[in-house]
């Protein structure tokens, strides 16, 4: 058995013998211990307490870590991202600089239906590739389990390509990862005119396969005005789980439709962006165990206003923050940067974004027995910072990169 001992870490971030959702309050409450000690066996954490009660190890072959002045935290848990795309779209980025909105945009068949077509035209294998880099880049950044979803393939044999890609970086990859099915994500252009069209060969040809050969854990559906409508995307949440998939859905980005409304009537596991809440939306949010899943960046690339993060923590809703790492609307998978807007432009405390993007976004990937806190038994996935004075140093000081190293599975990456 390969054992570690990490000493004199001056704070052991997010430790608990027991990690429920947390939700309003709760989410304030970090558990840490100071000057303390944490034992590695293999891949999982099988100990850690105060310095002063450090056990004497013996054993030749313990690798022994000193991490004086360093903070460790749990790995970032990021619950939403289409990591799996082809090329960039920076020419979009300047037609948004010059006055064109995200909505004119996807209406003239660029946005997600431009990364369709490039998506298409590019192998499997340079997918991987490029899939691959974005991984690793996020890895060292502090990221150790993801979601990736399709949705820039739009017909059978894309999506069917992009969900293949997501099962090779699974098989390949130290870092856990959950795979979704968001087909639905804009309708083709041929398909503009014909829902039912588009609807069939979702329901009937791709759910299908994608459920025999068990490429997908979840389906996404982009509820949204000019997208799909709440009653299409019942239609394709209940059909995909009768195959087990269960909802995590793209509501409330641009408009509330009615989105969360059904979304948790579905027991949806998340509902995510929340940029555009009623008082009616947050409400039904709290009263249900589906987690709302914010996501900063994407609002700050696209200069909508944020997520109402105060609103819905006060209101006693169980959030998760997420990257949304996409070629459109959050061209960045850096969970540190998410974190810091989090607390600069929602006004989270810097606890409640750890514990956000931690333990509650490894309850939106469905891994906390696994994976978002310390905990004895949990896979050791570790952020440790550089020296730092304070945990809310990792927000205030935005833009520095804070990490030093990243362990998956027990091996710095
Ligand atoms: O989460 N809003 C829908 N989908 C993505 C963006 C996709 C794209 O623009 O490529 C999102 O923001
Ligand atoms: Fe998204």
């Known amino acids: 058995m390969a054992s570690t001992i990490i000493t004199n870490i001056k704070q052991l971030v997010n430790v608990r013998d027991q990690f ?4 309003g309050k709760e989410l304030s409450e970090l558990p840490c211990v100071n000057n303390a000690y944490l034992i590695i066996e293999d891949d999982e954490i099988a100990g850690y307490g105060k310095m002063k009660d450090l056990p004497t190890v013996n054993g030749q072959g313990t690798r022994k870590i000193d991490a004086s002045g360093q903070f460790i935290l749990p790995a970032w848990c990021d619950s939403h991202t289409h990591i799996v795309f082809a090329g960039s779209r920076e ?12 909505a004119q945009i996807n209406a003239n ?3 997600i239906l431009n990364s369709a077509k490039k998506l298409n035209e590019t192998s499997e294998d340079e997918l991987f590739d490029q899939a691959w880099k974005r991984l690793q880049e996020v890895g060292k950044l502090g990221t150790g389990a993801i979601e990736i979803k399709s949705g820039y393939g739009l017909s059978l044999e894309g999506e069917m390509k992009m969900l293949r890609v997501i099962k090779k970086l699974k098989d390949r990859s130290a870092i856990s990862i959950r795979s ?3 087909g639905a994500h804009t309708y083709p252009l041929e398909y503009r005119e014909d829902h039912q069209g588009y609807l069939h060969i979702l329901v009937e040809e791709m759910l299908p396969v994608i459920a025999k050969e068990k490429l997908a854990d979840y389906i996404d559906v982009f509820c949204e005005k000019g997208f799909f409508s709440v009653e299409e995307m019942e239609i394709i949440c209940r059909s995909a789980m009768g195959f087990g998939l269960k909802p995590k859905l793209h509501v409330n980005q641009l408009n509330s439709i009615g989105g969360i409304q059904s979304a948790v009537g579905l027991n949806a596991v998340s509902v995510d962006h929340l940029e555009t809440m009623t008082d009616a939306d947050t409400e039904a949010l709290a009263r249900s165990k589906t987690i709302g899943t914010l996501l900063p960046t994407a609002a700050f690339f696209l200069r909508m206003n944020y997520q ?11 959030i998760a923050l997420a990257s949304d790492y996409n070629p459109g609307s959050s061209p960045s998978g850096n969970m540190n940067f998410v974190l810091a807007l ?5 006004k989270m405390l810097p606890e409640e974004a750890v514990n956000a993007a931690t333990i509650n976004g490894a309850h939106a990937l469905q891994l906390e027995n696994e994976l978002g806190s310390i905990t004895v038994g949990k896979k050791a996935n570790l952020i440790f910072t550089k020296p730092i004075p304070a945990l809310s140093y990792l927000p205030y000081s935005f833009g520095t990169n804070l990490i030093d190293q990243v362990m998956i599975k027990g091996n710095f990456i």
């Open 91 to 102: 020419n979009e980025f300047v037609d948004k600089i010059k006055g064109l909105s995200y």
């Open 308 to 318: 109402p993060a105060r609103q819905l923590i006060d209101s006693n809703c169980a």
């Open 342 to 346: 989090s607390c600069i432009q929602m």
């Open 109 to 111: 068949g660029g946005g």
């Open 20 to 23: 429920p959702l947390l939700r």
């Open 180 to 182: 979704t099915f968001l």
